[in-house]
């Protein structure tokens, strides 16, 4: 058996602000152009992919976010908690879309990393280092960016008001995280 | 630090932006018919005006879509900017 | 304090809060609101630096950005102190340390002072043409020059302070907070506009906020009164963003800008402590309003440098601001009215006006009955000659001016003086616009020059954009607002505006002596010490740009970028070269407006956030067993793992055999992956690598070698068929994201039709590989369900399995020669996988091995490493790889460039074998490799890019690339190194099992 290690698992409070990392979520990359990729991911799991930039659709269980205009990531709500299902979600999708040749499908679970940020500083806290303009983004609830932090690439995903999942890649979480945690420190 | 509206995401910061040279070279379909100085041409030669020019840019940090823009390199203004395959909006 | 320089009547300093500061030593005491130039005056110590090249004692001139002479060093901690400060601009704080720049030893006795008693022969670019030939003396020179010259001590240490960045964005950026920016600000933010109003100073209100004279009134209020009031009224608006102490840095294309705040700077030594000193704001502005002000211009005459020469608006401000008497017994000399006003200030505070010396023929605005009516003597149309006194201002000496203004007439006058007021008019400070690309035009009747409209988003209002009248700077800010913002009204309609309005104008750029212009000492660049006369000298050696005249003779290059310096330049050339200042042109103002330390510019990254750092999923396990870590690219990778006293040799020795006698383990995980799908996948691989790709199994794997147009090698790595439309990628670890980038490009760009899809898989997967003779009894151990007999996986191909509930890809590929399988598994269980194979291995020594034994080992079986092998000039051929080349293809990227007449050369570089006739001796990567070191001159044939000692031949080894090295197989070579020279064979590449036998051992 392999037991799974997280990149950092805790979460710190600083004044208005809560940066926790979330581990274990699903994620999906989710590529294609043709019609039928996009209809026949409405019917699998049941959400409309969102073709408008900088958006997202969810329903209960899943979050689809735009990526490109033939690229979205699907992430769970939950973390997955048997081992028994883990590959459910991918090996479904693969079957309806890649088997079929609509368009492409991969499990990208670990090379992102899911950090919530939480409160009213949030948007100070990307200020420290995103050269992104959130004034609209915080204006819309679902809104989706993928800009840099720090120099490393990110996506941002506006989830609830003060509220949002920000997703970096493995590799550069613990970086991201120290330095996010100095900036916070001092807001 | 140009402010580039990229034609899938919207207007962002150049930093999230990576530029690839002169644009609307396209590559030969058929290589092996072109003389030495005919492929060199498409290898090697560029323009470097001073007025607008025609660029290829990826918007590397975001969507990673390739796009072209068309920029006045004597004041930086970018006149537009149109996907790929588009024909330049301007002359 | 010998004299009462301070008047009690202040607002802006709180008497009641006394400060102690040090000012070379000595110390002295101000009140909370001082500046220290203004503590210093008030402690009437005028002379605080010498100038940089005849060393002449310097005063403090001005009260602002543009002082050129108050240049102090502050602080003397090895790691905080700052040279280079402006006096003017400092706010005094308790525990203040300041000392004089540029003298030596002491400000009061200074050695280099006798270049002043030399200066005859220093004229214009005398550095340049003395101290530049012979080229072997300039170290003689050298050390002199910076003795004397010294511009300030550089910190030594570490800065200890904390800098910080942000981003911003808003609708209106206002640039100065003065009472056109005032207007602005609170009109923008009336209209529901995301404002931001910057002030540099500590307070808003510009020169207006002590502007408190019968002549200037608004709605029958004093100016200063009323502009208190709009000032408070701004307190209550929502939308506006007031930020002090914060100067604008730099004004870039599409409205981008960089404005440095102070935070702690005017604090006291205790208070500062952990807090962040400065932040840069990186500032997006979709509309931006500049109101930057005026500066005034000084005279030009014989000894006008002397301390106690002091702008007259300076002096104004140091009495109505801060409550300063810049001396008991001053003069004003001046060309317009605004010295008048300088005039009554200092009057009323009770100040002895000597006299007001004006060039003009006459002044019939109100300011100046107004002066007439308090008694203020007034030379008109006269001229200060000569100035005297050594260490501060005794006496001027007057002359009347001829009609034409090129001369003096009559008797001289002689005036005593402790101070003198000068005011050659006003300059507006287009700096920003002109950095923001705008162009500038010349405005005659006052010499001034002024914003063009600009096309960017952007306006210039107030008097930098020309307006100097009060009535004037109101009504037209008002409008351009308006109609900038696209508004209908604001609060500023139907004021009732008093103000005084100067009509006559007279401007002379070099002022007349009784002496040649030969004898006397008229400074333009305070800073830099040039006179009129090195203009006029670079002027006859035949100097016509303004841009080589301000280098030629240093005017405008200080730290001050000569901000008061440069219109009289400009004037100077124009009259003498007898062109028009409108057409002449200016120099160009850069950024920064006002220096920034490095620490601002940096911010937060230093330390361990100086660059950015990768780990892989195992890092942790690395860390414990004490691996030595090397950066590749952002990674960090385990270098080698030396136990206990071992040496980097020693232990990359250990680990080398054991790969090879039993097994060795690696982190892997650092390859670039990218999973590909689509029907297209296989043409799209047939496209971008040399070898054909069509017919590679479901289930095998295949090393591919990825060109650049120009047919050199770019990237390789091994690409397993998962399915019929699936392939997974590797890449080198520094060119993942290039080669994705690069994929991406051509399909977008070339092959929009063909239809296949790549996504990065890099950081889901952890990697690692087991390779040696017991590889394949630890796999079994580790996945028992796998069949791994060589049948059934043979090198070369690939297998799904499951550890426990867990999916793994197992492909048998070998970058060492020996028997291998790298293990891709989703990161989060990596280095519990690892830790499995640890323990599975245990009974085989498994040994983990860092990046050095993987090099070493690959370079006995000959494998490149691009990058290394390979520079952007080797192509496959080059490489000796001619098999990766295929011949069916009939395109592929690259392909047409491996037979331009320069790549089919035979004597290009090509990569060969290296064997030292010593095998003990171990050459050194990038040593140069020649045939006859004895023909001169010595002809490099080509150099070393791999070089290792191979513990499992038992002799040194390289790979290096050779001319024409394809031929030259068992021909000697020297390897010349500096004490030494090395011999050589040119092999093979291939050093260890040329028959492959042990990838299936
Ligand atoms: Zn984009």
């Known amino acids: 058996m392999l037991s799974y290690n997280s990149v950092v698992n805790d979460s710190i409070k600083y004044n208005d602000l809560t940066i926790s990392v979330v581990e274990s979520i699903t994620k999906i990359n989710l590529r294609g152009k043709k019609r039928d990729f996009i209809t026949k991911i409405g019917k699998s799991i049941s959400i409309l992919l969102p073709t408008e930039s900088n958006t997202s659709s969810n329903n209960e269980d899943l979050n689809l976010l735009w990526l490109s205009p033939d690229e979205w990531m699907l992430y769970e709500n939950e973390k997955i908690n048997s081992e028994n299902d883990i590959y459910n979600l991918e090996d479904e999708l693969f079957k309806e879309i890649s088997k079929i040749n609509y368009g492409s499908v991969t499990n990208i679970t670990d090379h992102w990393v899911m950090i919530n940020l939480k409160g009213q500083k949030v948007y100070e806290l990307l200020s420290t280092s995103c050269p992104f303009d959130f004034k609209n983004f915080k204006q819309n609830k679902g809104s989706v960016v993928q800009t840099i932090f720090n120099h490393i690439d990110v996506i941002i995903h506006h989830k609830k008001s003060n509220d949002l999942n920000l997703f970096v890649r493995r590799s550069f979480c613990d970086h991201l995280l120290s330095w996010m945690r100095d900036a916070a420190s001092r807001m | ?91 | 304090m010998s004299k009462n320089l301070r008047i009690t009547n202040s607002k802006f300093i709180d008497q009641t809060s006394r400060i102690s500061f040090k000012f070379d030593g000595k110390t002295l005491y101000g009140f909370k609101g001082d500046t220290l130039a203004s503590a210093l005056l008030a402690n009437d110590i005028h002379l605080v630096g010498r100038s940089f090249k005849y060393h002449r004692p310097r005063g403090i001139m001005t009260c602002g950005s543009e002082e050129p002479n108050a240049i102090v060093q502050l602080g003397n901690d090895p790691s905080m102190t700052e040279p280079n400060t402006r006096a003017t601009e400092i706010e005094l704080y308790e525990g203040l340390e300041a000392t004089s720049q540029n003298c030596w030893p002491s400000v009061n006795f200074d050695i280099g002072a006798i270049n002043n008693f030399f200066s005859p022969f220093i004229p214009a670019a005398f550095y340049y043409k003395t101290f530049m030939w012979p080229a072997s003396f300039w170290e003689k020179y050298e050390y002199f020059i910076r003795k004397s010259a010294g511009l300030g001590k550089s910190p030594t240490k570490p800065d200890r302070d904390i800098y910080d960045h942000r981003y911003l964005h808003c609708d209106v950026l206002i640039i100065g907070g003065g009472i056109s920016g005032i207007i602005a600000a609170k009109t923008a933010a009336q209209n529901n506009l995301n404002t931001v109003l910057l002030e540099d100073k500590n307070n808003l209100g510009g020169t207006t906020i002590f502007q408190n004279n019968e002549c200037f009134k608004i709605n029958n209020s004093y100016s200063n009164e009323w502009l208190s009031k709009e000032i408070v009224s701004l307190n209550s608006l929502k939308n506006l963003t007031i930020k002090t102490r914060t100067t604008l840095a730099a004004y870039h294309s599409y409205n981008y800008l960089l404005a440095r705040e102070n935070l702690t700077d005017h604090l006291s030594l205790n208070e500062k402590k952990d807090k962040i000193r400065q932040r840069l704001w990186k500032i997006r502005a979709k509309k931006v309003i500049i109101a930057t002000g005026a500066m005034e211009r000084p005279l030009i005459f014989n000894n006008n440098d002397r301390p106690g020469i002091i702008l007259s608006s300076s002096i104004k401000k140091y009495i109505d601001y801060y409550g300063v008497k810049c001396g008991q017994k001053i003069s004003l000399f001046t060309n317009n009215d605004t010295a008048y006003e300088t005039a009554i200030s200092l009057s009323k505070s009770g100040v002895n006006v000597n006299s007001v010396i004006d060039i003009r023929d006459k002044s019939n605005s109100s300011i100046v009955k107004e002066a007439e009516k308090l008694g203020i003597k007034i030379h008109w149309k006269h001229t200060v000659v000569n100035t005297n006194g050594y260490k501060k201002i005794k006496s001027i000496e007057l002359m009347k001016l001829s009609d034409d203004g090129t001369n003096v007439v009559g008797n001289k006058l002689n005036e005593e003086c402790d101070c003198l007021g000068i005011s050659g008019g006003w300059t507006p400070r287009v700096h920003l616009f002109t950095q923001s690309g705008g162009k500038l035009k010349f405005r005659d009747k006052d010499n001034v020059f002024l914003p063009t409209k600009s096309k960017s988003e952007q306006i210039s209002i107030g008097s930098c954009n020309g307006d100097f009248e009060l009535d004037d700077v109101i009504k037209n800010s008002n409008n351009l607002i308006k109609e900038f913002l696209n508004i209908n009204s604001s609060d500023y309609e139907n004021l009732e505006i008093n103000c005084s309005r100067e009509i006559d104008k007279k401007n002379i750029w070099l002022l007349p002596s009784d002496k040649p212009l030969g004898k006397t000492k008229p400074f333009l660049d305070f800073q830099n010490d040039s006179t009129a006369k090195d203009v006029k000298l670079a002027l006859r050696e035949g100097f016509k740009s303004i841009e080589h005249v301000k280098r030629y003779t240093t005017t405008g290059m200080g730290t001050d970028q000569g901000k008061l310096s440069n219109m009289h330049a400009l004037g100077i050339i124009a009259e003498t070269a007898e062109v028009k200042m409108g057409e002449l042109g200016t120099t160009t103002f850069r950024p920064p407006y006002t220096p920034l330390t490095f620490g601002t510019i940096v911010g937060r990254n230093v330390g361990k956030f100086f660059d950015i750092t990768r780990k892989t999923p195992i890092h942790d396990w690395h860390v414990e067993k004490k691996a030595e870590f090397e950066n590749v690219g952002q990674w960090k990778r385990a270098w080698y793992y030396p136990k206990e006293n071992e040496t980097m040799h020693q232990a990359v020795q250990r680990e080398s055999k054991a790969a090879r006698d039993s097994a060795g383990i690696l982190d892997a995980s650092t390859l670039g992956k990218i999973d590909i799908q689509g029907t297209d996948s296989s043409e799209f691989l047939n496209r971008v690598y040399t070898n054909d790709w069509s017919k590679l199994e479901i289930g095998k794997c295949r090393y591919g070698l990825m060109l650049n147009e120009d047919g050199m090698v770019y990237d390789d790595g091994v690409t397993t068929r998962l399915g019929e439309n699936h392939y997974l990628m590797t890449t080198t670890t520094g060119g993942a994201a290039n080669v994705l980038s690069k994929m991406e490009d051509y399909l977008q760009t070339e092959w929009p039709e063909l239809d296949v899809y790549f996504t990065s898989v890099t950081d889901h997967y952890g990697t690692v590989s087991i390779c040696g003779p017991n590889s394949k009894k630890i796999l079994s151990k580790v996945i028992p369900d796998l069949d791994l007999s060589d049948e059934n996986f043979p090198h070369m191909s690939f297998k799904n399995a499951m550890i426990g509930k867990i999916r793994c890809r197992v492909m048998r590929i070998s970058f060492t020669g020996e028997q291998s399988y790298e293990i891709n598994v989703q990161s989060g269980y990596a280095k519990s996988l690892w830790e499995k194979c640890f323990d599975a291995g245990k009974e085989f020594n498994i040994t983990p091995y860092g990046t050095e034994t993987m090099h070493l080992l690959r370079a006995e079986k000959g494998f490149i490493i691009a990058g290394q092998d390979t520079d952007g000039t080797i192509t496959p051929v080059d490489l000796q790889m001619d098999w990766i080349i295929s011949k069916k293809k009939y395109d592929f990227v690259g392909k047409r460039s491996l037979y331009r007449t320069d790549t089919i050369r035979e004597d290009r570089k090509q990569l060969v074998g290296l064997l030292t006739d010593d095998p003990n001796e171990v050459l050194e990567e990038g040593a140069q490799i020649v045939e006859d070191a004895n023909k001169k001159p010595v002809e490099m044939l080509g150099h070393v890019t791999s070089s290792y000692f191979s513990p499992n031949l038992n002799k040194s080894i390289a790979l290096a690339v050779v001319k024409s090295g394809k031929k030259l197989n068992g021909k000697k070579m020297i390897v010349p190194m500096k004490n030494k020279t090395i011999g050589v064979t040119i092999t093979e590449t291939v050093f260890l099992d040329k028959k492959n036998k042990r990838l299936n051992a």
């Open chain 2, 1 to 91: 630090m140009f402010l580039i509206n990229c034609p899938y995401c919207g207007e962002r910061d150049q930093s999230e932006f990576s530029s690839g040279g002169e644009a609307h070279i396209v590559r030969p379909k058929q290589p092996k018919e072109l003389s030495d100085d005919q492929w060199a041409e498409f290898l090697f030669m560029r323009k470097n005006i001073k007025g607008v020019q025609f660029e290829r840019w990826n918007h590397a940090h975001g969507c990673r879509k390739w796009f072209n823009m068309a920029r006045d390199t004597s004041n930086d203004k970018i006149h537009a900017v149109y996907k790929m395959g588009e024909k330049p909006p301007i002359k």
